[in-house]
């Protein structure tokens, strides 16, 4: 029942603020939150009205090898509604490689100038999916200091979250996409460092 109020009130109720609060009160003393991609290429006047009807908020952004992060949202997407998209041809594959809405969400240095411009640091955690295989306890200490949940609490995972299949992206795919994103992980690199450069030297000489 308390699931089904849950519902009624996301599908049929007005969206504004209020309507948007509601929908966490079921969480009472517990910190919710709730995630979509969709939100980091939001405008820079749309982050700001975040900020202005939720100034408390705080907002995990994680990131992954723009080259990787394409392919595995292509396979995805193959999964769910595409079925065969990976077997398509060249052309096929390149035209949803680069559709605007996958170029847009790895456009990460447009969107970290963004959200940083609206949100201190203190609210905004930036970390990358790498880490979640490499150093996942180190990760969720950084996550718990970050909510303020406390070192005593423990990290859990039931394995993959909407795993895909295993296939290995198109070789001349590769060399596009690393083309393409190599100028903006370059830049990256230069200025942050960390896994933006191990991205970049795993473009080789490509």
Known sequence: ??????????????????????????????????????????????????????????????????????WSLLKYHEKRWQPGLSAKAMTDLVGEAFHPAKIEQSNYDVILKNWRSV?????????????????????????????????????SSSGKINASSDKEMPAELRRMLIEYYRPMVQQLSDSEGGYFSKWLESYGTT
């Open 119 to 155: 949100f201190p640091e203190s609210q905004f955690f930036t970390c990358f999916f790498d880490q979640i295989t490499e150093e996942p306890e180190r990760l969720a200490r950084q996550l718990f200091d970050f909510l303020e949940i406390g070192t005593s609490t423990s990290a």
């Open 1 to 70: 029942m308390a699931k089904l109020r849950w519902d009624a009130k996301y599908f049929f109720e007005r969206p504004n603020d209020d309507w948007y609060r509601s929908l966490f009160e079921d969480a009472g003393d517990k910190i919710a939150g709730e995630i979509t991609p969709r939100y980091s290429i939001l405008t820079r006047w749309d982050i700001q009205n975040i900020k202005a009807s939720f100034p408390d908020i705080k907002i995990i952004y994680i990131m992954r090898d723009p080259v990787e992060r394409v």
